[in-house]
């Protein structure tokens, strides 16, 4: 049972920073994305939200964790004839400049003559480049339908060249009624990592009748709702969004099926101003914790159909406090 629980702890936090999230808008609404980013940061939320983009776009994210971490996110994106677009986005969560320290003679022990210095530097970095894909699929009854897949390449560096490398791929649904109408609703899937995204490390096994480590990301099914209501007051919309994130059984240390909720809601008037506040829920080995999150946006729109978007997201940490994420838009 121990073994059990430390396999099951292993792979609840493997590449544990493809959670983090990407963009300040759904960051911003708890992390509730995944009926809702149909925008440059579609790849990392649901790759079936590229259906319905029909410019050119692209997308930058810049924050820090813990005051150390640098965490950045780009993004590009590029419309296909055939009702579609394709993404390419890379995201990159890292310690740069580490330095590594020696004694100038080893054999003795630290003292005023013979004090630690700084022989060198290393990285260490955590990085995931997405190539996605999304199509527009025939109406049903008023109903629109969008699928999409994302490939991924993970790529992890640290200390003295140890690295891993591995790849996974996600599978997203869209479905949006009423879309040319005031009230909306959507509904969104994504099944991430689902065919088990696997990572092989470089490092030496410890017998040579075994292999290098290697360790897997099991299957998880992220569920999004979201209404739209455009408002004659201030022309202004009114969103509320919902994410459920169901986790494998065996990903959790518990046996349960780790759900989390995120949920949040966006209030924009004039097209330009966006408020927003959310409600993120994480489960951790020992507890879960609740982050409250909040924002601002804002948005500008040409007649050309191009545009522009800044965003700011604050999260609450209960431990480790505050942070801070600012990403830009581009359409054009």
Request: net charge neutral.
């Amino acid at each position: 049972m121990f073994c059990v629980g430390l396999l099951s702890v292993e792979a609840k936090y493997t590449a544990d920073f493809l959670t983090l999230g990407v963009g300040a808008r759904p960051l911003a609404m708890g992390g509730a994305g995944t009926a809702l980013s149909a925008d440059a940061y579609a790849p990392y939320w649901n790759s079936a939200a590229l259906g319905q983009l029909t410019r050119y776009e692209v997308s930058f994210m810049h924050s820090t964790l813990n005051g150390e971490d640098a965490y950045d996110f780009v993004s590009y994106i590029h419309p296909l004839k055939n009702r579609g677009a394709i993404g390419v986005s890379w995201l990159r969560v890292g310690v740069d400049d580490i330095p590594i320290t020696s004694l100038p003679v080893v054999s003795r022990p630290v003292g005023p003559t013979n004090r630690p210095e700084v022989v060198g530097s290393f990285n260490n970095t955590d990085n995931a480049f997405l190539l996605a894909s999304g199509w527009q699929l025939p109406s049903f009854h008023g109903i629109d339908f969008r699928i999409g897949g994302t490939l991924k390449l993970l790529y992890m560096s640290g200390y003295r060249s140890t690295n891993a490398i591995g790849g996974g791929a996600d599978i997203g649904f869209i479905a949006t009624t009423n879309p040319e109408k005031p009230h909306q609703l959507t509904l969104g899937l994504q099944a991430s990592d689902a065919f088990q995204t696997k990572l092989y490390w470089n490092t030496p096994p410890p017998s040579s009748d075994l292999t290098s480590h290697t360790e897997t990301i099991p299957p998880h099914l992220k569920i999004g709702i979201a209404t739209t209501h455009r408002l004659n007051i201030f022309q202004s919309a009114l969103i509320f969004a919902l994410d459920t994130y169901i986790n494998a059984p065996y990903a959790n240390p518990y046996g349960d099926s780790g759900v989390e909720l995120h949920g949040g809601a966006e209030w924009t008037l004039f097209d330009l101003l966006a408020l927003r506040i959310g409600l993120a829920e994480r489960r951790g080995s020992l507890e879960s914790i609740r982050q409250l999150t909040a924002g601002a946006g804002l948005n500008l729109r040409f007649v050309t159909g191009a545009g522009a978007g800044l965003d700011y997201a604050f999260a609450n940490h209960p431990a480790l406090g505050g942070s801070h994420r600012i990403s830009l838009r581009i359409r054009f």
